[in-house]
């Protein structure tokens, strides 16, 4: 049974388990005794359940990894897995030798807080996003008693934001440069990527036969990180995309029917390649995802509907789409009051202002 001790105010509660055939004392201190009542009978249920109440003395860190490997590794794809691991790290760093059953808003925030301070507020707002998720699993599983984490924020370095796009002219400057020349592979995923607004993920994972010569369309339902291929991003990236004429002769290379990848190189590969042209042709900066950018940034600026680029870019509704391409539907929507305006001036029934001389 489990033994109370006052602690001044407070209330400790020690109860005692079998871990391995070794006794441990499992301990927590309350601020009101209801509270310690209710975790130790808690404590007691689980051990009738033989469920491990040790768990509760286990490291945030560790419960974080425990956490990204139970619920996470096999719902994500490996890239996405990846920075899954990134945040542990940072929590390992930050929240050293922590106890689950220690922690607090107040030390959640202020340990947060440090790490904003050498991060973008974006890269925070995914760690607190993961912490939440953790925590709230916790919580579930009665590790921790309290909300400690919903009122959480992510404070971070407010970056000055760059347009991760190239401008019409630098498209069609790109575009016109690659067709042109004698494209290697890494040159040929990256005008794939400018003319399809595919990730690259999507690109490097792309068979001959996912090609359609006839129709000229293009079947994305893969993605390729380093040597892994599997799902894409989400049920959405699954999706048929049209192609020009020219750059479905530029993909084919007669292998239509083949199931032979058509990329071998590396994403590294296609990013030197892409920073090579981009110093060569005086264009401004982007990453390879910038290459997306562009290409929906480019139909958008020349009037193609919203709900075809969203469909086109795979986004699993036009709402992502306006808000990543928020800058565009301004500029159109400055275009298109501009030029409503002036249909409406040139109405021979609207009255002309009389000029003082």
Not at 255 to 271: A, G, M, P, Y
Not at 336 to 350: F, G, M
């Amino acid at each position: 049974m489990a033994s109370f001790e006052k602690r001044g105010k407070r209330t400790r509660v020690v109860v005692s388990v079998m871990q391995s055939g070794v006794r441990r004392k499992v301990s927590k201190t309350f601020n009101t005794k209801k509270k310690a009542k209710d975790w130790a009978i808690m404590m007691e249920a689980d051990k009738l359940q033989n469920k491990s109440i040790v768990a509760s003395r286990m490291t945030f860190a560790d419960w974080f990894e425990f956490w990204m490997e139970t619920y996470r590794k096999s719902d994500v794809r490996p890239s996405t897995y990846r920075t899954y691991v990134l945040t542990l790290n940072h929590i390992k760093k930050s929240f050293d030798g922590v106890a689950l059953e220690d922690l607090t808003y107040s030390l959640l925030q202020s340990r947060l807080d440090t790490i904003g301070k050498t991060h973008s507020k974006g890269t925070m707002s995914i760690i607190t996003s993961r912490i939440k998720a953790s925590l709230k699993d916790a919580l579930y599983d009665k590790y921790i008693l309290d909300d400690i984490f919903t009122r959480i924020k992510p404070h971070g370095i407010e970056r000055s934001k760059k347009t991760n796009a190239l401008s019409v002219t630098e498209f069609e400057k790109l575009q016109d440069h690659l067709y042109r020349s004698k494209l290697d592979k890494a040159s040929l995923a990256i005008l794939v990527a400018l003319e399809t607004g595919m990730r690259i993920g999507e690109v490097l994972s792309l068979q001959y036969k996912d090609v359609s010569i006839p129709f000229n369309n293009i079947h994305v339902n893969k993605s390729r990180f380093g040597k892994i291929v599997g799902k894409p991003k989400n049920k959405n990236s699954v999706r048929d995309i049209k192609i020009t004429n020219e750059l479905a002769s530029k993909i084919s290379n007669g292998k239509s029917n083949s199931t032979e990848f058509i990329f071998d190189c590396r994403r590294q590969t296609v990013r030197n390649r892409l920073d090579s042209l981009i110093s060569k042709l005086d264009l401004q900066p982007i990453t390879i995802h910038g290459l997306r950018h562009s290409h929906a940034s480019y139909l958008l600026y020349k009037g193609v509907s919203i709900n075809y680029v969203s469909a086109r870019l795979g986004h699993a509704n036009t709402s992502i789409t306006q808000k990543v391409y928020a800058h565009m539907l301004k500029e159109e929507k400055n275009r298109e009051q501009d030029k409503t305006i002036k249909v409406l001036s040139a109405s021979p029934d609207v009255p002309k202002a009389i000029s003082k001389c």
